[in-house]
């Protein structure tokens, strides 16, 4: 399943290895794996610490709630995501706890934590794919989420699957080429638009 | 400088030894380590691939564009990030370029990808400290953002400052015990606030 980024700068085999593969499968994680993972969530850097970041989830081994987090994905994402062995949702508290003010960079700081998350789940050898397409209203209702939260991603835990096991046309989506903007549209220097100098020097 | 976080649970070298100090020294750092920076950045996972991020980045030696972005943040912060070797400001497209729809997930992404910059910023042995505390719609006007596009955040990047060199009361800060919510309270199972039974299973 391994497609590592095709890099033009050198980066850590973490970052490299990370994808978002649609072919992943359901084999058991030992929950001190899943742990890890959530812990490394739990350091991300959040404004004024507030760590905003909450996640609902659940195992295979729990059928039931896995189905209630599964029927909070729209049905795209469901088809290939009930194959994971944990589900997530990725939730953000949306005030400041200790003022009550709202905190405008909460899904900023859920974003650096499930990055980290899914670094972290690279480095023992699982797979994370995140996912946008989710219901947040019908997750607030299911979950019963107190007004101040809010459900903002849905993440699928899982292992990679062999290539020889996962359905052709998931495997042609993962092993198609990865592609991003190039560098010198997204990193400007002193004039928006403009390449950073530290680009070509 | 170096206080890494007290885990409860193994995490990556990379995610344990991340932290944003506030004692950062300017020494230089190699073009060819900055571009690897962005380019993890560049390779984070996005809501449709959008890739919403843009950086606006100076180094000390364009002391002319590193002063318009230091401007850029509020005083507190200038007084310490003015001594990292380059300043960033991080920003997002808020619509779909394919589509103009707006973007929900477009500050989310920027957090994933500062944050797997900020790890890479580790592997190469340097720090990187995010601000919150910044005055966007002056960095809209300094740096003339087309109207789609918002300043989210500050990045100041350098080398961990030696204890002996750094101002004792930004190492005490830095020196201070590391500390997180417990797991128990981010990471919740079927019903909202109660832990997930993976955490003690």
């Known amino acids: 399943m ?27 994680i030992p929950p001190e794996d899943l742990r890890s993972l ?13 760590q905003p970041w909450r996640y609902i989830v659940a195992t295979m081994d729990d059928p039931e709630t896995f189905d209630r987090i599964l029927q909070c994905l729209v049905e795209p994402n469901r088809a290939w995501a009930k194959e994971g062995y ?21 899904h900023h700081d859920l ?23 989710i219901f947040p ?17 849905g993440l699928c835990i899982g292992h990679g699957a062999d290539p020889k096991d996962a359905p052709e ?7 198609a080429k990865r592609s991003r903007r190039p560098l010198e549209t997204i990193v400007f220097g002193g ?6 100098a530290m680009l070509s020097d």
Do not use: C
């Open 191 to 196: 004039e928006w638009g403009k390449p950073a």
């Open 111 to 133: 974003g650096a934590a499930s990055a980290t998350l899914a670094l972290e789940a690279v480095n023992r050898g699982l797979v994370v794919h995140q996912m946008a397409g």
């Open 38 to 50: 959530f812990e490394a969530a739990r350091w991300a850097a959040s404004s004024y610490n507030e």
């Open 169 to 175: 046309a998931l495997l042609e989506k993962d092993q």
């Open 2 to 28: 391994s497609n590592p980024a095709p890099v033009k700068h050198p980066v850590s085999d973490l970052v490299a290895r990370r994808q978002s593969p649609y072919a992943i499968d359901g084999r058991p």
């Open 86 to 106: 944990a589900l997530a949702l990725g939730a953000v508290r949306k005030q400041f706890e200790r003022n009550g003010k709202p905190n405008a960079h909460a």
């Open 137 to 153: 209203d019908k997750a607030r209702e299911t979950f019963s989420l107190p007004d101040e939260f809010e459900v903002v991603t």
